[in-house]
């Protein structure tokens, strides 16, 4: 499970928002459940899929 203690706001267009928002209840998951999703596999595939422990290893 993933720490949401995080907060990452952004600026969109409002008919895009309208329009993912939309997409979002057509899937019956949230927004934010969407962004995590995209985020998480923008990360993995940049990163690979062990990131976290590559991450640890840095510390």
Not at 23 to 50: A, H, N
């Amino acid at each position: 499970m993933e720490n949401r203690t995080a907060r990452l706001t952004l600026l969109i267009d409002p008919e895009k928002k309208a329009a993912f928002e939309e997409l979002c209840k057509q899937e019956d998951v949230t927004p934010s459940q969407k962004v995590r999703q995209f985020i998480r596999e923008y990360v993995e595939e940049r990163l690979g899929s062990d990131w976290r422990e590559e991450r640890k290893k840095k510390s």
